[in-house]
């Protein structure tokens, strides 16, 4: 392949991240030794299970300053998601069905909010994001409605790290009396999240994205000032305050608390971690390339997150060329669809530099190095499919591109 | 995304690749597709006397499959008569590079560069076209 090195480079941190070996190690006993059901209240196996869910709890709502009681374990983000969305428009059908979202968000959300729309069960105001990505105050505050009984925003974007002003419209939240939901898979470990500060009364929250496994996650379900409770998506035995029925993931659950115990320990060195590595990758692929564009907002941005558009070049054909840089495109033909990342198209990115979008992601297992060979094999890519690009042959002879007429599309 | 073997030799080794002289009224010039799409090929062919494509390069912004077929396309078409490059078929490339269903659009593409390129060269032959008559 295109670079002789052998040494893989893992930039796919938003997508997910290798799990810590301290959390792997707080796993273990609770496979083939301590292996009892968290539910089971007759013997020892069952308490020590449930001492150790109780443990994680207490981790999880440490980290994002909740109390144990208003943690739900869950199978994840996803799941989250549409326990927090579906389980509110059920439970508070009496007083409305109008939600406020974003066309930026994960498709947990949208695809949760069509389901409903599609059911009759809501109607959803999909705001538009401005060019960074961001959507203000003003603008949900204008989308408020008689009948407006949540609004799900997310708190950091995967594709672009853009942090919506969370705070303020958590704000705005509470004033109307308005349950906001906040999809935090991307922010909790990486920004300061606090459910008190920031206003938000449910939460959902994903292992895998902060050095934990995978198949587990969490909702953050307020308990008081509102006291917010969802109708259950997952019928059962009744575990999790009824919210969410089925047997305990123990070991899941203890290396999600294990990974938030860590992460709320390293905040402060895993933030400058990622911020100077970011920041380094994006001065050292600047420093030599030129028409390479920023996505997402410079200022209010996840400090792991980098989404550069290489323009003239597919994103495709340029992530072949890194066979060795584990990083992710925005491109159509990486994924089944043949569209252009949705994300990008919300922001306004024209389809052509959507084409060519890169998202490196770093993580608390980056290191220099990573981000030398990456930009290098990087800056390599681009130079020799540039030189084979008549797009950017164009531009060379000055002709603007924006001007052409193209022919049909394929 | 898995490529075929042929997709990557002609993505780290494409052939031809580079620009003739688009005033000269032996090359024909096809440019195809469009930049929001993810693909724009430029196909040029050089047609000497006895109608022979003596030179063909190209240049692609695109997926590997789109970069393949295109370099594909110029290996296929030199040395072929204009009448003969006019029977390549995109199924072929398809066939050569073992392309999977999402990438039959390159194929087509590709087999459009060509004959853009022969109608350019044909429009040139017919009356001397303007320069930078190419084909969008």
């Known amino acids: 392949m295109a670079s002789g090195s052998d040494r893989l480079v893992y930039l796919d941190n938003n997508a997910t991240t290798r799990m810590d070996p301290r959390v792997l190690e707080a796993m273990l006993p609770w496979f083939c030794e301590k292996y009892g059901n968290a539910a089971s209240r007759s013997h020892k196996y069952g308490w020590d299970a449930e001492e150790a869910v109780e443990r994680a709890r207490e981790q999880v709502a440490q980290l994002i300053g909740a109390s144990a009681k208003e943690i739900v374990f869950t199978s994840g983000a996803t799941e989250s998601d549409n326990l927090a969305i579906k389980g509110t428009l059920e439970m508070l059908a009496d007083k409305g069905r109008h939600v406020i979202t974003c066309t930026t968000e994960h498709k947990a959300i949208i695809d949760s909010c069509k389901y409903l729309e599609s059911k009759g069960a809501a109607e959803v105001t999909w705001l538009e994001p401005d060019k960074r990505g961001r959507v203000s105050r003003a603008q949900v505050e204008a989308a408020l409605r008689p009948g407006t009984v949540l609004i799900t925003l997310m708190a950091a974007n995967n594709e672009i790290g853009t942090l919506h002003p969370i705070a303020e419209i958590g704000a705005l939240a509470k004033e109307k009396g308005v349950w906001f939901h906040t999809d935090a898979t991307q922010a909790v470990a990486k920004v300061p999240f606090d459910v008190e500060a920031l206003k938000v009364d449910l939460a959902s929250l994903s292992a895998h994205k902060i050095y934990g496994p995978k198949g587990v996650g969490a909702l953050y379900v307020r308990r008081r000032n509102p006291r917010v409770r969802l109708a259950p998506q997952m019928h059962g035995g009744g575990h999790e305050r009824g919210m969410r029925s089925g047997t305990l993931n123990v070991p899941g659950i203890v290396g999600l608390g294990e990974a938030c115990r860590i992460a709320r320990e390293d905040f402060d060195k895993d933030q400058a971690h990622y911020r100077r590595l970011r920041d380094l990758l994006e001065q050292k692929i600047r420093s030599r390339l030129g028409h390479v564009e920023l996505n997402g907002d410079p200022e209010h941005r996840l400090p792991t997150t980098l989404n550069l558009s290489f323009a003239y070049v597919e994103g495709e054909s340029l992530i072949m060329g890194v066979p060795d840089v584990a990083v992710s495109s925005g491109s159509a033909c990486t994924s089944a669809s043949l569209e252009p990342s949705y994300v990008l198209r919300a922001l306004g990115v024209g389809d052509e530099l959507a084409h060519s979008s890169i998202r490196f992601s770093v993580g608390r297992f980056t290191t220099d190095q990573d981000v030398e060979q990456a930009a290098e094999e990087i800056i390599k890519t681009v130079n020799r499919l540039r030189a084979m690009s008549p797009l950017y042959e164009m531009v060379q002879e000055g002709v603007d591109l924006s001007s052409v007429k193209w022919g049909a599309s394929h | ?136």
């Open chain 2, 1 to 136: 995304m898995t490529y075929s073997d042929k997709v990557l030799d002609h993505y780290e080794h494409p052939r031809n690749v580079g620009s003739l002289d688009k005033a000269d009224p032996s090359v024909g010039t096809g440019i195809v597709g469009a930049p929001e799409c993810g693909d724009v090929m430029k196909l040029q062919i050089k047609v000497n006397d006895r109608g022979v494509i003596e030179d063909a390069k190209f240049k692609t912004f695109g997926c590997g499959s789109a970069i393949a077929s295109s370099s594909l396309a110029t290996e296929w078409v030199k040395g072929k008569t204009v009448d003969e490059a006019l029977t390549i078929r995109n199924t072929d490339i398809v066939q050569e590079l073992s392309l999977p269903p999402v990438k039959i659009h390159c194929s087509v593409l590709a087999e459009d560069a060509i004959r853009a390129a022969l109608n350019d060269w044909k429009s040139k032959q017919g009356a001397p076209a303007p320069s930078g008559a190419e084909k969008a």
